[in-house]
């Protein structure tokens, strides 16, 4: 396993919460990019689901701007579709140390951006508290103003009658508090970071 070249590179937030857990980690996915977090044998089934219900989501939140490309691309795409404050912004994305990450989608009103993760899931969960605050954080950190971070999952509930209503078909929940809560620990985290890829991988005991 050779190390992988300098260059632009990011972590993701799958890797970097890894690494909140083991330091060494964070050292492992940024010296050898080959190295991926573990998927599920259902993980390619889950991914098309998600799309759609991605997709579902837009149709709620219409108009908008999709940023693609690379990681580069898109950051600066990003960065240009936040400077003309485009009312709704699909995948956009930005990074912080290292770390990058992809919000679903984000809505300029009254001078401050919503930030709104989407979910095919049935109810709120933990982590998806931790991915708010995580974009959250990353934003904040890039000079947005936010408004609120807003969780956008399946309503179970729903049936569908005539025609589909994405009003009812998702549930969307304020978790912007909840987010909040973890930023101090997020910002001992991304010094832990620093400290970690400036310096040789860790010593960490096993058990």
Known sequence: MNPSPEGSRFLSKSQFFRGTRCSKAWKLFWSYSELKTS???NHDVFQIASKEIS?????????????????????????????????????????????SVSVD??????????????????????????????????????????????????NTSYILEDK???????????????????????DGKFIALNDTLNNQIPEVEIG
């Open 39 to 41: 998927r599920l044998d």
């Open 55 to 99: 997709l579902k989501a837009r149709q709620r939140f219409p108009l908008g701007e999709e940023i693609t490309g690379n990681t580069e691309q898109k950051l600066s795409k990003t960065l240009q579709a936040v400077q003309n404050k485009t009312p709704t912004i699909y995948n956009a994305r930005f990074q912080r140390d290292k770390v």
């Open 105 to 154: 989608i984000l809505k300029f009103e009254k001078n401050a951006w919503k930030l709104i993760l989407v979910k095919s899931a049935s109810k709120q969960k933990r982590k998806h508290i931790r991915e708010a605050a995580l974009q959250l954080n990353i934003l904040k950190s890039n000079g947005l103003s936010i408004s609120s971070a807003n969780l956008l999952h399946v």
């Open 164 to 186: 589909l209503d994405l009003n009812d078909f998702f549930t969307e929940i304020d978790i912007t508090e909840l987010a909040l809560n973890l930023q101090a620990k997020l």
